[in-house]
T-cell receptor, first 111, second 117 residues
């Protein structure tokens, strides 16, 4: 059982569409990060959220940390083919100070 | 250029033949970590190191060894590889180990794809 459940596992959309991917848990997290991984490369950090209810924007990407700090979402507006990749969330679980990764969401944006 | 390097990038070996995957970072980071990535399971931590001569087990340490004799290097050793260790391996480093801010950004190497026959 994953401590951080990501959904959907796979998403294939057309360029220009909007999408949201989720990272959920039954545990409370002190903070959470989102990474993007492209084929043949290691993950690269996109954002860190630390406060419940926090919203951060990175161009067309909007990240939200749930009020209870048990979940997070990543929303992409007007997806581009360059957004294709594996999106991973990584969290620091408050209880036990454990760092965990979710299994990831594979996003494919078609032109 | 700040980076984490891993070698080799690809390796095919046979069961029982000892191998080492090297990892080096040039950012003077204290925290280094090894992960394996498998479909549907995400990134699972094998071992981590808080500093020189300080290493600890992650979630899936069985069958692996590490050492941290110098700050920049953190090799992963498979004494007797088995087919279930076929995977994509990533080394990562960060200034700190937590998630509170910029110092906690993990920088990943490009990965080593290992196949054990």
């Amino acid at each position: 059982t994953q401590l951080l459940e990501q959904s959907p596992q796979f998403l294939s959309i057309q360029e220009g569409e909007n999408l949201t991917v989720y990272c959920n848990s039954s545990s409370v997290f002190s903070s959470l990060q989102w990474y993007r991984q492209e084929p043949g490369e290691g993950p690269v950090l996109l954002v860190t959220v630390v406060t419940g209810g926090e919203v951060k924007k990175l161009k067309r990407l909007t990240f939200q940390f749930g009020d209870a700090r048990k979940d997070s979402s990543l929303h992409i507006t007007a997806a581009q083919t360059g957004d294709t990749g594996l999106y991973l969330c990584r969290g620091l679980r408050e209880y036990g100070n454990k760092l965990v990764f979710g299994a990831g969401t594979i996003l494919r944006v078609k032109s | 250029e700040a980076q984490v390097t891993q070698n080799p990038r690809y390796l095919i070996t046979v069961t029982g033949k000892k191998l080492t995957v090297t990892c080096s970072q040039n950012m003077n980071h204290e925290y280094m970590s090894w992960y394996r990535q498998d479909p549907g399971l995400g990134l699972r931590q094998i071992y981590y190191s808080m500093n020189v001569e300080v290493t600890d087990k992650g979630d899936v340490p069985e069958g692996y060894k590490v050492s941290r004799k110098e700050k920049r290097n953190f090799p992963l050793i498979l004494e007797s590889p088995s087919p279930n260790q076929t995977s994509l391996y990533f080394c990562a480093s960060s200034l700190r180990s937590g998630l509170a801010g910029e110092g906690d950004t993990q920088y990943f190497g490009p990965g080593t794809r290992l196949t054990v026959l």
